[in-house]
T-cell receptor, first 116, second 114 residues
Framework: GAVVSQHPSWVICKSGTSVKIECRSL??????MFWYRQFPKQSLMLMAT?????????EQGVEKDKFLINHASLTLSTLTVTSAHPEDSSFYIC????????????FGPGTRLTVL | GENVEQHPSTLSVQEGDSAVIKCTYS??????FPWYKQELGKGPQLIID?????GEKKDQRIAVTLNKTAKHFSLHITETQPEDSAVYFC?????????????FGGGTRVLVKP
């Protein structure tokens, strides 16, 4: 089946540093990738949508200069949290969609970010 | 935009009993309704989905029903097992290139007691 991987699975960093999270579609080409943030006991909040080779479209209230998204290929997207602060601590989940697989959306395992 | 409401927020059932989770949506143009299961510390996993041209779909112990007129859809889990304990999310999405964003419900925490 369609598999989406994320790396790292968890990361702890100091306040003010930047963190990069990778999302890969392992066995299919993702025309669209999505980045979500999930706080404890809450639903998934869409941060941005990206299409390969295009600039990401950010949801209202999400700072594009703080959450840099790069979708360089049909199998790789990265999210960089710049100048991270404790309030950025969250569970970040990527998702990939392929037009060939009934337009289903597949989710990665998530990355737990803790900013000290 | 789309708004998806999900009930209940928590559900405790005895092993072997059935569990039902209900969702309502606001956008009549939505035509794709997936259900995801999320275990602690993991990403959501698609368990079943339904499209607006179908009223019901079943996969072993899991079934989903859709009422387009009333704009609601439900997840039914029969013969629940402890491994069904997780958080379940419903979602809705429009079709076509312009509507490629899933809108999620608030989630239902299901606990199956042995």
């Amino acid at each position: 089946g369609a598999v989406v991987s994320q790396h790292p699975s968890w990361v702890i960093c100091k306040s003010g540093t930047s963190v990069k999270i990778e999302c890969r579609s392992l066995d299919f080409q993702a025309t669209t990738m999505f980045w979500y943030r999930q706080f404890p006991k809450q639903s998934l909040m869409l941060m941005a949508t990206s299409n390969e080779g295009s600039k990401a479209t950010y949801e209202q209230g999400v700072e594009k200069d703080k959450f840099l998204i790069n979708h360089a290929s049909l199998t790789l997207s990265t999210l960089t949290v710049t100048s991270a602060h404790p309030e950025d601590s969250s569970f970040y989940i990527c998702s990939a969609r392929s037009g060939r697989i009934r337009n289903e959306q597949f989710f990665g395992p998530g990355t737990r970010l803790t900013v000290l | 935009g789309e708004n998806v409401e999900q009930h209940p927020s928590t559900l405790s059932v005895q092993e072997g009993d059935s569990a039902v989770i209900k969702c309502t949506y606001s956008d009549s143009a939505s035509n794709y309704f997936p259900w995801y299961k999320q275990e602690l510390g993991k990403g959501p996993q698609l368990i079943i989905d339904i499209r607006s041209n179908v009223g019901e779909k079943k996969d072993q112990r899991i079934a989903v029903t859709l009422n387009k007129t009333a704009k609601h859809f439900s997840l039914h889990i029969t013969e629940t097992q402890p491994e069904d304990s997780a958080v379940y999310f419903c979602a809705a999405r429009r079709g076509g290139a312009a509507g490629n964003k899933l809108t999620f419900g608030g989630g239902t925490r299901v606990l199956v007691k042995p």
